[in-house]
């Protein structure tokens, strides 16, 4: 049987929120899309302000369901799942990266100490000494972030997402804050896990960040096509 190399998947996704001042009327953000995230690979998602790329993420991620459509990770049919098994799959098989370092990272724990916690939410610490390495952070095991500078502190949230080996590792806009140099060396932080396998799906507006990835798909208007 030849492994299958999608970690991650969905067709048919649709998705609209509703407006506050207009009950009857609500905005599309997404109508049928179909993607394939692979393992080893970069998948960045790229489109206009308001396309609907955090609300893609966030779905295929298990932070929000679909109201149409289906979404599976690593086989299983997340969209099937009630909301404390996806949950449970959630913490296990995903890793998730917000564009604000100060979203991703606990301000008591050290770089080590939220490795083992990723570890412990995960439920396996594969990796963790590795995902150090590969981001570069070995000197500053022993620190918060706030001892950290902003692009560490973003590669640290790579990291978090990234032990245990998660079936997928999703990453909004993981740039948007940095500057030129803190973003190269993310991109490379992010190049690190999918060259060991790891499948990286992240949102971005950055060209240095898409010429990085190895497949780039657009959203215009909640509708993909190949970017
Ligand atoms: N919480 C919300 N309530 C209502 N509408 C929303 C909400 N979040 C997003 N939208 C709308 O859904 C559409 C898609 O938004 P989304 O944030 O997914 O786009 P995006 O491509 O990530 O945008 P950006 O590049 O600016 O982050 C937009 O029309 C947006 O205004």
């Not at 909301?83 to 449970?88: E, I, L, M, Q, V």
């Not at 490795?115 to 070995?138: I, K, N, S, Y």
């Not at 001892?147 to 032990?163: D, K, T, W």
Request: charged share 25%; proline share 4%; glycine share 10%.
């Amino acid at each position: 049987m030849t492994r299958d190399e999608r970690s991650l998947w969905c067709e048919g996704v649709g998705y609209d929120y509703p407006t506050p001042s207009h009950h009857s009327e609500s905005v599309r953000a997404l109508s049928d899309v179909a993607l394939s995230v692979h393992r080893g690979a970069i998948t960045a998602v790229v489109g206009p302000s308001g396309s609907g790329k955090s609300t893609l993420l966030k779905i295929l991620a298990c932070l929000e369901r679909p109201e149409e459509g289906r979404v599976w990770i690593d086989g299983t049919e997340v969209t099937a799942l009630s909301a404390r098994a996806r949950r449970a799959i959630r913490r296990a098989r995903v890793g998730y990266v917000f564009p604000d370092p100060a979203d991703n990272l606990l301000d008591y724990l050290t770089v080590a100490e939220h490795l083992a916690l990723a570890a412990r939410l995960r439920g396996r610490d594969t990796g963790a000494g590795r995902v150090l390495g590969t981001l570069g952070l070995e000197h500053r095991r022993d620190h918060v972030p706030r001892r950290l500078s902003g692009g560490e502190q973003q590669r640290l949230a790579l990291a978090f997402a990234a032990v245990g080996e998660p079936a997928v590792v999703v990453a909004d806009e993981p740039t948007a804050q940095l500057d030129r140099a803190s973003a190269a060396r993310a991109v490379e932080a992010l190049r690190g896990l999918a060259d060991r396998g790891q499948a990286v799906l992240l949102a971005t507006h950055d060209p240095e960040v898409s010429r990085a990835a190895d497949r780039v798909v657009e959203l215009v208007d909640g509708r993909l096509g190949e970017g």
